[in-house]
């Protein structure tokens, strides 16, 4: 089932169901719906949920990791009554409903992250080739290898090193 902003929001004045955020830690410390457990996706299974003797409505950015959420844990438990926030807390903001967001936390997405993190290597990589040696320009092909790589296989090793950064752990 698929619930509106508006819906959930209802749903949490009642208090008849339990909010599980599915996105990466990192995500959540930077904004969450208040009352939000966070519970991963890639660490999701129908034993670590707290309860399942409530609705389980499960959120992440845009709707994606949650939908597939409900699908993980419906085919260990067809019974179990579970619910995806539309369009995720993207959603939920965009109907003017607050988040938490820690004034202390002002950290840059893991995407915008990687992004400057691949600038300053190619920076590197070509102050490097031009003024030093021609073999400089190689890890500016590596660079953008890995960049190809991430955007065919959804997968990047740059952002899952600086997911693990202090900064993103606090």
Same mark, same amino acid.
């Given at each position: 089932?698929?619930?509106?902003?508006?819906? $959930?929001?209802?749903? $949490?004045? +009642? =208090?008849?169901?339990?909010? #599980?955020?599915?996105?990466?830690?990192?995500?959540?410390? #930077?904004?969450?719906?208040?009352?939000?457990?966070?519970? @991963?996706?890639?660490?999701?299974?129908?034993? =670590?949920?707290?309860?399942?003797? %409530? *609705?389980?409505?499960? &959120?992440?950015?845009?709707?994606?990791?949650?939908?597939?959420?409900?699908? *993980?844990?419906?085919?260990?438990? +067809?019974?179990? +009554?579970?619910?995806?926030?539309?369009?995720?807390?993207?959603?939920?903001?965009?109907?003017?409903?607050?988040?938490?967001?820690?004034?202390? %936390? *002002?950290?840059?997405?893991?995407?915008?992250?990687?992004?400057?993190?691949?600038? #300053? $290597?190619?920076?590197?990589?070509?102050?490097i080739? &031009?003024? &030093?040696?021609? &073999?400089?320009?190689?890890?500016?092909?590596?660079?953008?290898?890995?960049?190809?790589?991430?955007?065919?296989?959804g997968?990047?090793?740059?952002?899952?090193?600086?997911? *693990?950064? @202090?900064?993103?752990?606090?």
């Amino acid at each position: 089932m698929i619930l509106s902003s508006l819906e $959930l929001k209802k749903h $949490l004045v +009642d =208090n008849d169901v339990i909010l #599980i955020d599915v996105r990466e830690p990192v995500e959540y410390n #930077i904004e969450h719906i208040e009352g939000a457990l966070l519970l @991963p996706l890639s660490s999701l299974t129908l034993s =670590n949920l707290p309860t399942v003797s %409530k *609705k389980i409505v499960f &959120y992440c950015a845009a709707g994606i990791r949650s939908h597939k959420a409900c699908v *993980k844990i419906l085919q260990e438990d +067809d019974s179990i +009554d579970v619910s995806t926030l539309e369009g995720g807390i993207q959603a939920w903001k965009q109907a003017g409903l607050p988040v938490i967001s820690p004034a202390c %936390k *002002k950290i840059l997405p893991i995407q915008q992250q990687t992004q400057i993190f691949a600038a #300053i $290597l190619l920076s590197i990589s070509l102050m490097i080739g &031009y003024g &030093y040696h021609p &073999y400089g320009f190689l890890l500016s092909g590596l660079v953008a290898v890995g960049l190809m790589m991430s955007g065919l296989t959804g997968w990047c090793g740059s952002a899952k090193i600086l997911s *693990k950064m @202090p900064w993103n752990n606090r």
